[in-house]
């Protein structure tokens, strides 16, 4: 069940070369649920009762109930479509943390100068459109579901024929908002209506990050909430935009966008975190370090003498011994640099479209496939054309001997570039003209997704996105276990009336 509330007072007024307008409002939203389950094994054909299965049948059920409130608060001033202003004040409110943290506020600025508005440049035909901008903000982040700052208990055990609880969640009053501060500059020109140009920096810090954090096994709990460290980001952001062609019959637009972001961890003193999935990939949290930077045993490749695996050890000498080897940093799961393409053709009635993305200089985990010759690799993919078999003593090989082959192993051997180039979409379309088509409209088209992807990493798909299904902490990222998706055609038929 859910509800919400939004309630908004707007108001504007006009004096001369002044504008001014604004808005005052108030949010409210609550969410809760109760659930409960039923599970049992062995059901006699026909029969869909639990009082029926082999074995016990196990009963079981949940409730939550989150809320937040809002008050918001905006004023804009324009003076002369040339200078803007813009400020705005919000306090939240939310059910997440304790009464003591539960609220914070959140203001934010910003200005801009419509350079090409000022009589100097208002009737020059070359540059269309100038302005200058700036903007100071804060935002919050709580999304960690509900009541993680209590006590919570199981009521899944019994005691002297009483029902009895054991807890499940360690508490934390001191659980508060996660915020950014966050800084942009920035400028965006036009020319001759051709060319335009939206160039953006930022300089982002987010602080008492909310960490999902491991806990040492001995006092009873595995992890806990926690608001630890902060990170800076920071970086620039380019949108370029280009019609070479424009008559009555042919237009041609290009559209590209490119970003850069770089950021590192500050405030956790001597505190370091690490995290890892079932299987033991392993990520580090530390001063000075990336987000999502992999921390894993340094792999030094097939020996050519004996086709075996090697490792640096703590000395960085070469080792066969596994649990000898050295852990090191080796790069990040996030993306630096990342962006799109798209082109748009029009003659006449006819469209083609064409969108395409690209990302580069992130670390993957992904090459622990079949080929490795492992005893036991599970859902792993085919070999690549760069692996090669160590045959005979000399040979230079990515694969060793399966008689020395782990069962399996996590090291930097395993580690690939996730650069990738995608062509998303291509889409031809055909309008009837209006002589044809008098009382209605009729356009044909087809399309189609996920055409082509150009990438050095070998597996099913080289996009993956970063799991954060335990916050900060819970980041892996690995390609074996996942499908390619799909290529899609589609045709289509729109009518108007």
């Given at each position: 069940y859910g509800g919400i509330t939004t309630n908004m007072f707007k108001a504007d007024h006009t004096f001369g070369k002044h504008a001014l307008s604004g808005l005052l409002g108030y949010e409210a939203q609550m969410s809760w649920g109760d659930n409960i389950y039923g599970a049992g094994k062995g059901l006699p054909y026909g029969l869909y009762v639990l009082s029926v299965t082999s074995a016990t049948p196990v009963v079981g059920g949940a409730t939550y109930q989150t809320g937040m409130q809002s008050l918001i608060s905006q004023v804009n001033y324009n003076y002369d479509s040339r200078f803007f202003?813009?400020?705005?004040?919000?306090?939240?409110?939310?059910?997440?943390?304790?009464?003591?943290?539960?609220?914070?506020?959140?203001?934010?600025?910003?200005?801009?100068?419509?350079?090409?508005?000022?009589?100097?440049?208002?009737?020059?035909?070359?540059?269309?459109?100038?302005?200058?901008?700036?903007?100071?903000?804060k935002t919050g982040m709580k999304d960690i579901g509900a009541s993680k700052y209590l006590e919570a208990f199981a009521y899944s055990t019994q005691y002297n024929n009483y029902s009895s609880a054991v807890p499940t969640q360690m508490s934390n009053p001191n659980l508060k908002w996660e915020q950014t501060t966050q800084t942009n500059a920035?400028?965006?020109?036009?020319?001759?209506?051709?060319?335009?140009?939206?160039?953006?920096?930022?300089?982002?810090?987010?602080?008492?990050?909310?960490?999902?954090?491991?806990?040492?096994?001995?006092?009873?709990?595995?992890?806990q909430w926690q608001n630890l460290g902060s990170v800076v980001n920071t970086g620039f952001e380019a949108?370029?935009?280009?019609?070479?062609?424009?008559?009555?019959?042919?237009?041609?637009?290009?559209?590209?966008?490119?970003?850069?972001?770089?950021?590192?961890?500050?405030?956790?003193?001597?505190?370091?975190?690490?995290?890892?999935?079932y299987s033991g990939v392993t990520q580090v949290y530390k001063n000075g370090y990336e987000l999502y930077t992999w921390y894993l045993k340094e792999y030094a490749g097939i020996d050519p003498a004996t086709g075996r695996e090697q490792f640096y050890d703590n000395n960085g000498d070469l080792t066969y011994d596994y649990a000898s080897a050295r852990y090191i940093t080796a790069g990040s799961a996030l993306t630096p640099w990342e962006g799109g393409l798209a082109t748009y053709v029009n003659y006449k009635n006819f469209k083609l479209n064409a969108t395409a993305n690209y990302v580069s200089g992130n670390m993957l985990y992904g090459r622990r496939r079949a080929s490795?010759?492992?005893?036991?690799?599970?859902?792993?993919?085919?070999?690549?054309?760069?692996?090669?078999?160590?045959?005979?003593?000399?040979?230079?090989?990515?694969?060793?001997?399966?008689a020395y082959a782990a069962a399996e192993t996590n090291h930097t051997g395993n580690l690939v570039r996730g650069d990738y180039f995608k062509l998303r979409n291509v889409t031809l379309s055909y309008t009837f003209p209006k002589n044809i088509m008098k009382k209605c409209g009729l356009t044909l088209s087809l399309s189609c997704d996920n055409v082509f992807t150009a990438t050095t990493v070998w597996g099913a798909d080289p996009e993956v996105s970063i799991n954060m299904s335990e916050g900060l902490a819970g980041c892996v990222q690995d390609l074996d276990y996942r499908y390619p998706n799909k290529r899609l055609y589609v045709f289509q038929v729109n009518f108007t009336f």
């Open positions: 202003l813009t400020a705005s004040y919000r306090v939240d409110q939310s059910s997440t943390f304790n009464s003591a943290n539960r609220t914070a506020a959140f203001p934010s600025a910003s200005a801009s100068w419509m350079i090409s508005n000022e009589k100097f440049l208002k009737n020059n035909k070359a540059i269309t459109n100038l302005k200058l901008k700036a903007s100071w903000g920035g400028f965006e020109i036009g020319l001759f209506n051709r060319v335009s140009l939206d160039l953006n920096y930022y300089y982002n810090i987010t602080k008492d990050l909310l960490v999902f954090r491991d806990l040492s096994p001995s006092g009873g709990f595995s992890a949108a370029l935009s280009v019609t070479p062609v424009q008559t009555k019959d042919f237009t041609w637009n290009i559209d590209f966008s490119i970003a850069y972001n770089k950021n590192w961890l500050f405030d956790f003193g001597d505190t370091e975190i690490y995290s890892s999935d490795t010759l492992a005893t036991f690799v599970g859902n792993s993919i085919l070999p690549s054309n760069e692996d090669v078999i160590w045959r005979q003593p000399g040979d230079v090989a990515t694969i060793g001997l399966p």
